[in-house]
């Protein structure tokens, strides 16, 4: 039998999946649970991400997200705070520490039989955890999320919502195929997301996949702005809508109002809103990254993206978009060190390997550069290059193998052989078409050689008004 034990004013009762104090009291899902009492018997002790995922889901891979989701509906059951915590303490680069005291109480003992003391220290033995944890076969990763209601049958138990696992499962190969994020795992993914739905139509963290791969689809030019922008939109408000309180719902709606509405202070709220809901959330760091650069923010996206490469350090996105900043921040030993590291996350990522090559072009390193536009050639499909030709050329078959072809990439290419007048051409459709490039105007380089035309000067004060 399991035993119970107390952290601080709360009674724990793992058996029966619930939490006590002493004005509430809340069901905590299964997996959940497994988390708790294993930080518990490890007290005080750093409990690495992988030792957690080979313990509680029996070493199946799952991403880090699920790990996070976990400590984060853990904190928000307890009343914990990730800033100032008094229960969950997270080791940047590691994992998680309980901090509170643990007090073991008895196991249950038959009625008439005098229960002499009812706790006990914490070097008490574990037997069941032992014998769960060597056990443990169920790999569906249960999802606590606390409702603001209250139980019709039990006064005084929060409602708990408990996710279908069929739809759990969905949600996490979703999540999977959209870290790929290549347009053929995008579009499974979103598949995916959608079966989710399908099983649990208020399964929130699923609407907040469907909007990010969206959202991908479109960054990624495998979907053009008016057919991406108004799914990724509509998810996003939909997820909300279920979960106000969820991190991940109000980090996608930052992104459609940064990326699509143009939105500066509106998204600069939901990125601070998904931050202060679950710190521990890496995408919300990095996305937060990118806006603080678009809005030439230096230090700040500095220090976000470092936050959210500690958290996430196996992340191919984080790499990406650490990569990009130092590019646009002129930083290319950096840019080459994250890009490094992307491909080493993901050898055959071809945005990787162009983006690499990007780099040993601008560090004058021509014939690494070759090699890398060529082999991302290759892994995009495309005709191997026969000979040496320009790397503009090359970038420019790059653009024009993309299904979407943004203006901004064809004003870029003016802007580099001197054709002011097209690149502003370009510059102005790019604007008409809410291109989402020109949301780095401060920063991307490409446009180094317009900055004192004023006519450069007038489209970025129309794009970036309040900054």
């Known amino acids: 039998m399991r035993d119970d034990f107390r952290i601080h004013e709360w009674l724990v009762q793992p058996q029966l999946n619930i939490i006590n104090s002493k004005d509430t009291t809340a069901r905590i899902e299964p997996?959940?649970?497994?988390?708790?009492?294993?930080?518990?018997?490890?007290?005080?002790?750093?409990?690495?991400?992988?030792?957690?995922?080979?313990?509680?889901?029996?070493g199946?891979?799952?991403?880090?997200?699920?790990?996070?989701?976990?400590?984060?509906?853990?904190?928000?059951?307890?009343?914990?705070?990730?800033?100032?915590?008094?229960?969950?303490?997270t080791i940047p680069k590691k994992g998680y520490r309980l901090i509170a005291p643990v007090i073991f109480t008895e196991e249950e003992k038959p009625l008439g039989v005098e229960n002499k003391s009812n706790e006990h220290s914490i070097a008490v033995s574990w037997r069941w955890w032992k014998?769960?944890?060597?056990?443990?076969?169920?790999?569906?990763?249960?999802?606590?999320?606390?409702?603001?209601?209250?139980?019709?049958?039990?006064?005084?138990?929060?409602t708990v919502h408990t996710i279908s696992p069929q739809a759990i499962e969905a949600y996490t190969r979703g999540r999977e195929l959209w870290a790929r994020r290549n347009e053929d795992g995008l579009k499974k993914a979103i598949k995916e997301f959608e079966h989710a739905i399908q099983l649990d139509p208020n399964y929130a963290l699923a609407y907040t996949g469907l909007a990010d791969s969206y959202t991908l689809l479109e960054?990624?030019?495998?979907?053009?702005?008016?057919?991406?922008?108004?799914?990724?939109?509509?998810?996003?408000?939909?997820a909300l809508q279920k979960d106000e309180s969820l991190a991940e719902a109000h980090a996608s709606i930052a992104l459609v109002k940064h990326l699509y509405d143009w939105d500066w202070s509106g998204a600069e709220a939901e990125y601070k809103r998904a931050i202060a809901l679950n710190s521990d959330y890496a995408m919300a760091h990095n996305w937060y990254s990118q806006y603080l650069l678009a809005a030439g923010r230096k230090d700040e996206c500095l220090r976000e993206i470092k936050i959210a490469s500690d958290l996430d350090p196996r992340s191919l996105a984080?790499?990406?978009?650490?990569?990009?900043?130092?590019?646009?921040?002129?930083?290319?030993?950096?840019?080459?060190?994250?890009?490094?590291?992307?491909?080493?996350?993901?050898?055959?990522?071809?945005?990787?390997?162009?983006?690499?090559?990007?780099?040993?072009?601008?560090?004058?390193?021509?014939?690494?550069?070759?090699?890398?536009?060529?082999?991302?050639?290759?892994?995009?499909?495309?005709?191997?290059?026969?000979?040496?030709?320009?790397?503009?050329?090359?970038?420019?078959?790059?653009?024009?193998?993309?299904?979407?072809?943004?203006?901004?990439?064809?004003?870029?290419?003016?802007?580099?052989?001197?054709?002011?007048?097209?690149?502003?051409?370009?510059l102005e459709r790019a604007y008409q078409e809410r291109d989402a490039n020109l949301l780095f105007l401060k920063t991307d380089e490409s446009w180094d050689s317009l900055r004192a035309d004023p006519r450069f000067l007038s489209l970025e004060q129309r794009v970036m008004p309040a900054l």
């Open 131 to 158: 014998a769960a944890a060597a056990g443990a076969t169920v790999m569906v990763f249960l999802a606590l999320i606390v409702l603001k209601t209250t139980d019709k049958n039990v006064e005084g138990v929060k």
């Open 60 to 89: 199946r891979f799952v991403t880090e997200e699920v790990i996070t989701t976990s400590i984060f509906e853990l904190r928000r059951a307890l009343g914990d705070d990730a800033r100032n915590p008094r229960f969950i303490q």
């Open 318 to 426: 984080i790499r990406m978009t650490a990569g990009l900043i130092y590019v646009r921040l002129r930083q290319y030993d950096h840019a080459a060190e994250e890009f490094r590291r992307a491909n080493e996350i993901d050898p055959n990522n071809a945005t990787a390997v162009k983006s690499l090559g990007y780099v040993y072009e601008k560090k004058l390193m021509f014939k690494e550069a070759r090699a890398a536009y060529a082999k991302a050639a290759a892994l995009a499909g495309m005709p191997a290059i026969k000979k040496d030709s320009e790397l503009l050329l090359n970038q420019l078959s790059f653009v024009l193998n993309q299904k979407y072809v943004r203006p901004s990439y064809v004003a870029g290419i003016y802007a580099r052989m001197g054709e002011r007048d097209q690149a502003f051409h370009w």
């Open 219 to 238: 960054t990624h030019n495998y979907l053009p702005r008016d057919e991406a922008g108004p799914e990724a939109k509509s998810a996003a408000l939909t």
């Open 31 to 58: 997996r959940v649970m497994e988390v708790l009492v294993y930080l518990a018997n490890n007290a005080d002790q750093v409990v690495t991400k992988d030792t957690l995922m080979q313990t509680i889901w029996g």
